[in-house]
């Protein structure tokens, strides 16, 4: 778990970060999901697919849920606010629907049912400060990293959003993973419902991004894993966006297109920009969401099916007019070629003129949106052979 958390903090990109710290105790009322309004995706309203996307793909509805946490939305954690997520509010729900059901969980739509909850997430900053304050205390107390131990405390808190935070703030320590915590209690009880009121003996399958690829990790651990008749039932977990190591029991990474029983992770980086090439991170998975084999090779091209991601209008409506993003469209084909590397995939080749021009060093926001289709007709190739 050491690597998982000090890379998640390295890595993660810093926001603006400049006004607080001081956050009201408490936190927001716990949804109960015994009632729907606090599932933001359920099969009674079906996530729209692109436009511009005709879909002739089989449905497995019948067989197979997905169960898709979100990645963090919420940035509001300063200055006497919570520092968790209000998943009341319409601000946030807006959030959850137009940048993660649309780019994300809308692979999905179609092909299984989709169950997502509203959850009480931990705000940006203070879950980098969670992840950060977690591995240096485990720097701490180790005989061997300790030595290096102000090093590993500078590497961090290079970070921007870590600017206020102090290591021996242990009342920022404290309430950090108690907010985190509170986001997990949220998602456990949510499967737990799932479970108990909607699957009905299905399989399903776990997808998630970000801070909501660190819950469903905790998740499968936790309950998943430990329990044989919930195991069964699992057949992929996508555990995208942060850096998972190889240490699940009887959960191995997916290692050919078509295997079930296995899970999934990528971090889409530059070209060679790799965070996790040492001998303490040897152990994180970076599966290829263009070829999903294990060679260490960069993918032709022409195997690129195409992006989905709002366009500049679409966003600067949604950003300054507050208005929804709608009629997403899947282009740009046979332009992105990457290569899965020590646990980095990095993006070798992109020929979208305006991507290019940024020269970025992570395509954090775009672990889904750049490979939409192949991840789609790659989980249909999965189910399609599983259920012969």
Same mark, same amino acid.
């Given at each position: 778990?050491?690597?998982?958390?000090?890379?998640?903090?390295?890595?993660? $990109?810093?926001?603006?970060?400049? &006004?607080?710290?001081?956050?009201?105790?408490?936190?927001?009322?716990?949804?109960?999901?015994?009632?729907?309004?606090?599932?933001?995706?359920?099969?009674?309203?079906?996530?729209? =697919?692109?436009?511009?996307?005709?879909?002739?793909?089989?449905?497995?509805?019948?067989?197979?849920?997905?169960?898709?946490?979100?990645? $963090?939305?919420?940035?509001?954690?300063?200055?006497?606010?919570?520092?968790?997520?209000?998943?009341?509010?319409?601000?946030?729900?807006?959030?959850?629907?137009?940048?993660?059901?649309?780019?994300?969980?809308?692979?999905?739509?179609?092909?299984?049912?989709?169950?997502?909850?509203?959850?009480?997430?931990?705000?940006?900053?203070?879950?980098?400060?969670?992840?950060?304050?977690?591995?240096?205390?485990?720097?701490?107390?180790?005989?061997?990293?300790?030595?290096?131990?102000?090093?590993?405390?500078?590497?961090?808190?290079?970070?921007?959003?870590?600017?206020?935070? $102090?290591?021996?703030?242990?009342?920022?320590?404290?309430?950090?993973?108690?907010?985190?915590?509170?986001?997990?209690?949220?998602?456990?009880?949510? @499967?737990?419902?799932?479970?108990?009121?909607?699957?009905?003996? &299905?399989?399903?399958?776990?997808?998630?991004?970000?801070?909501?690829?660190?819950?469903?990790?905790?998740?499968?651990?936790?309950?998943?894993?430990?329990?044989?008749?919930?195991?069964?039932?699992?057949?992929?977990?996508?555990?995208?966006?942060?850096?998972?190591?190889?240490?699940?029991?009887?959960?191995?990474?997916?290692?050919?297109?078509?295997?079930?029983?296995?899970?999934?992770?990528?971090?889409? @980086?530059?070209?060679?920009?790799?965070?996790?090439?040492?001998?303490?991170?040897?152990?994180?998975?970076?599966?290829?969401?263009?070829?999903?084999?294990?060679?260490?090779?960069?993918?032709?091209?022409?195997?690129?099916?195409?992006?989905?991601?709002?366009?500049?209008?679409?966003?600067?409506?949604?950003?300054?007019?507050? =208005?929804?993003?709608?009629?997403? &469209? =899947?282009?740009?084909?046979?332009?992105?070629?990457?290569?899965?590397?020590?646990?980095? =995939?990095?993006?070798?080749?992109?020929?979208?003129?305006?991507?290019?021009?940024?020269?970025?060093?992570?395509?954090?926001?775009?672990?889904?949106?750049?490979?939409?289709?192949?991840?789609?007709?790659?989980?249909?190739?999965?189910?399609?052979?599983?259920?012969?």
């Amino acid at each position: 778990m050491r690597a998982f958390y000090f890379l998640f903090a390295l890595i993660i $990109t810093s926001c603006n970060s400049s &006004k607080y710290l001081v956050s009201n105790t408490g936190f927001p009322k716990a949804p109960d999901y015994n009632y729907m309004k606090n599932w933001i995706a359920s099969p009674k309203e079906e996530i729209p =697919l692109p436009v511009n996307y005709y879909d002739t793909l089989k449905d497995f509805k019948a067989n197979v849920d997905v169960f898709y946490l979100y990645p $963090t939305v919420y940035n509001s954690g300063y200055n006497g606010n919570f520092w968790n997520a209000n998943p009341e509010d319409p601000e946030h729900i807006r959030s959850v629907r137009d940048l993660a059901l649309g780019n994300q969980a809308s692979i999905f739509s179609g092909i299984t049912n989709i169950y997502s909850p509203l959850y009480r997430q931990i705000f940006y900053d203070g879950l980098v400060y969670h992840n950060s304050s977690n591995i240096l205390t485990e720097i701490a107390l180790d005989p061997i990293l300790k030595k290096d131990f102000k090093k590993y405390q500078d590497d961090i808190f290079s970070n921007k959003s870590l600017q206020y935070f $102090t290591y021996e703030n242990n009342k920022l320590r404290s309430y950090s993973k108690e907010s985190y915590d509170v986001a997990y209690s949220d998602i456990k009880r949510a @499967f737990l419902k799932y479970l108990e009121l909607e699957n009905n003996g &299905k399989h399903f399958i776990i997808a998630a991004h970000s801070q909501g690829s660190m819950h469903a990790s905790r998740l499968i651990n936790d309950i998943i894993m430990p329990n044989k008749e919930i195991k069964d039932k699992l057949l992929l977990a996508y555990l995208v966006g942060v850096p998972i190591a190889d240490n699940f029991s009887d959960l191995p990474p997916c290692s050919s297109p078509d295997q079930m029983k296995c899970f999934l992770s990528w971090n889409t @980086f530059g070209d060679n920009i790799n965070p996790y090439n040492n001998e303490y991170y040897k152990d994180i998975v970076a599966s290829n969401p263009i070829s999903f084999d294990e060679n260490d090779v960069s993918t032709d091209i022409y195997n690129h099916k195409g992006i989905l991601m709002p366009n500049i209008v679409q966003m600067f409506k949604y950003q300054v007019l507050k =208005l929804p993003v709608k009629n997403f &469209k =899947l282009k740009k084909p046979n332009k992105i070629s990457v290569k899965s590397q020590s646990g980095s =995939l990095q993006i070798k080749e992109i020929n979208i003129p305006w991507i290019k021009l940024f020269n970025m060093e992570s395509y954090h926001s775009g672990d889904y949106n750049l490979f939409w289709l192949n991840i789609r007709e790659n989980l249909h190739y999965r189910l399609s052979n599983y259920f012969k």
